[in-house]
T-cell receptor, first 113, second 115 residues
């Protein structure tokens, strides 16, 4: 079946602009995660959605970052007033209800000039 | 919070050599899961294995095997008869904390398999 998809695959933006990154999880997966991968920080957790529960936002680095998940499926990660340090690969993953195994999408490479 | 340590930053081997990637974890939980992921040059993280702490038996999947040792808090990954296609960054991971499903990852080990 189809895996996790993310769009765009690459995004170049200017400092100060807002960006939206999209994630389409595997059909039927109830949990959705966002991570960030950068050279200096490795793989970092950002936010986690599980069904209708309140999301775990504890990994968001600042209030410029937000995410929503509509209808329990597609998720959008929004970064407002982008900074150069936001440049990274943003990875989305989803997992089914009964296991913790997370399946990752191809990522969105964000470059802030 | 839990912690995962992958002390080997980079390993280079010649094709057909066996290679072991080390993973040491710290956890306060009595039952827990551990994971390995592969990240090839294309960039996508590929799931390899999920291991429950209940089961200490070693696991083998083709040329891949995993050695889980609770006594030393290690979950090492061995590739037998390595191939060029095994070249990738390999990550060990576990849930970030008790009851949390988000993962904390080690810093990764870059494996280069030379022809």
């Amino acid at each position: 079946g189809a895996g996790v998809s993310q769009s765009p695959s690459n995004k170049v933006t200017e400092k100060g602009k807002d960006v939206e990154l999209r994630c389409d999880p595997i059909s039927g997966h109830t949990a959705l995660y966002w991570y960030r991968q950068s050279l200096g920080q490795g793989l970092e957790f950002l936010i986690y959605f599980q069904g209708n529960s309140a999301p775990d936002k504890s990994g968001l680095p600042s209030d410029r970052f937000s995410a929503e998940r509509t209808g329990g499926s597609v998720s959008t990660l929004t970064i407002q007033r982008t900074q150069q340090e936001d440049s990274a690969v943003y990875l989305c993953a989803s997992s089914p209800q009964v296991t913790d195994t997370q399946y990752f999408g191809p990522g969105t490479r964000l470059t802030v000039l | 919070a839990q912690k995962v340590t992958q002390a080997q930053t980079e390993i280079s081997v010649v094709e057909k050599e066996d290679v072991t990637l080390d993973c040491v974890y710290e956890t306060r939980d009595t039952t827990y899961y551990l994971f390995w992921y592969k990240q090839p040059p294309s960039g996508e993280l590929v799931f390899l294995i999920r291991r429950n702490s209940f089961d200490e038996q070693n696991e083998i999947s083709g040329r891949y095997s995993w050695n889980f040792q609770k006594s030393t808090s290690s979950f090492n990954f061995t590739i037998t008869a390595s191939q060029v296609v095994d070249s990738a960054v390999y990550f060990c991971a576990q849930p970030m904390d008790t009851g949390r499903r988000a993962l904390t990852f080690g810093s990764g080990t870059r494996l280069q398999v030379q022809p």
